[in-house]
């Protein structure tokens, strides 16, 4: 889904092993030098279960009020739940490890020309989330970050041929069916969270670049990295500069509920 919205103390954040890091190729074989040393952390919530009712009264109050509003619109209670649940990660993110960029119940969103969030009063901090099927992701960096998750499925691909650069089109086409799925879902995340991590929505036509081959040293000062929540939740994370985490934290409803109160 494509959205520029991706801990002992509270009892609600699990250090998750099993999530894999693995690193796509670089852009660049040597990091570049900053005088700013950059920092970034990946987060993420499992949603599949509805939240206990007080508990959703709750999170919604702290809800940003734009997208308080748009809650009751979702036809779906998934949806709805997903959106809340994104803003709240993002909140809990923030309480616990970007305090002194400010307190999660004070956040004060706004957005860009493109239509890309950012938070007021927090220069020099960037976030950027996601959300699809059983979660949602959140990525919070000092350098322009995007992140994106989808839930694979089977489908036909045909109708993504538009969508995709002939070098990525040329290795769909050469794995296996099952191969190719997978596959498509890697590249179509880390496809999106590049354009998110720039910033300038979909005015970066998808088919105008590539994330495979020697397409990705087009891409420079921009490096991807790919992780797996789980079988069906392949999740990419793009930003400036080579400074990504090993894991995904993960939290649940409650552990943020419980830090957020």
Known sequence: MFE????????????????????????????????????????????????????????????????????????HQEDARRSLMAEMLLRAAIRADWSQCGQGSELQFAENGYGKPYLEGMEGLHYNLSHSGLWCVCAVSTVPVGIDVEQIHQQELDWVEQYLSAEEKAELRSGTEGERIRRFYEIWTMKESYVKAVGTGLSLGLNTFSVVGEGLTQLAPYHMKRYN?????????????????????????????????
């Open 4 to 75: 520029f919205i991706t801990s002992s103390r509270i009892g609600g954040r699990i250090p998750l092993a099993a999530v894999s890091g693995l690193k796509v190729e670089e852009l660049q074989r040597e990091e570049p030098a900053s005088s700013v040393e950059q920092h970034m952390r990946i987060y993420a919530v499992n949603v599949s279960h509805p939240l206990d009712s007080t508990l959703q009264q709750r999170l919604t109050a702290l809800c940003s009020s734009r997208r308080r509003e748009r809650l009751p619109r979702f036809y």
């Open 229 to 261: 929540l789980d079988a069906l939740h392949p999740v990419a994370v793009c930003a400036e500069g080579l400074h990504f985490p090993a894991t995904i934290q993960i939290y649940t409803a409650e552990g943020i509920g419980n830090l957020l109160a």
